[in-house]
């Protein structure tokens, strides 16, 4: 099993930066593809960005391209989310998910482990 734990979330201005991390502990870490995912109260689960296993293939949801990049480290079992040119409507509660499968984008959010949450709030 892979348990994920996410860090890093805080207060920020608009057109500042943040940078998230999602901690792995487990023995198949390596092997999942780990995708963001974020929330925000009222609102419907949003996609954010997913990595593969190798860090070398990523994706990004259309409303933060070209202003987030996700990164992984698979030496300390982390995967990073750099955000930059943060906006008020980037405010959510930030989820990492893992798919054993190295699925990046299963339908329906369909991962087999997901992180406590981390919340990301942008003011103006």
């Known amino acids: 099993q892979v348990h994920l734990v996410e860090s890093g979330g805080g207060l920020v201005q608009t057109g500042g930066s943040l940078t998230l991390s999602c901690a792995a502990t487990?023995?198949?870490?390596?092997?999942?593809?780990i995708a963001w995912l974020r929330q925000a109260p009222g609102k419907e689960r949003d996609f954010v960005a997913a990595i593969s296993y190798s860090g070398r293939n990523t994706v990004y949801g259309d409303s933060v391209k070209g202003r987030f990049t996700i990164t992984r480290d698979n030496a300390k079992n982390t995967v990073y989310l750099q955000m930059n040119s943060l906006k008020p409507e980037d405010t959510a509660v930030y989820y990492c998910?893992?798919?054993?499968?190295?699925?990046?984008?299963?339908?329906?959010?369909?991962?087999?482990?997901w992180g406590q949450g981390t919340q990301v709030t942008v003011s103006s």
């Open positions: 487990g023995h198949t870490f390596r092997s999942n593809a």
């Open positions: 998910a893992g798919n054993r499968q190295g699925i990046m984008t299963p339908p329906r959010y369909e991962y087999d482990s």
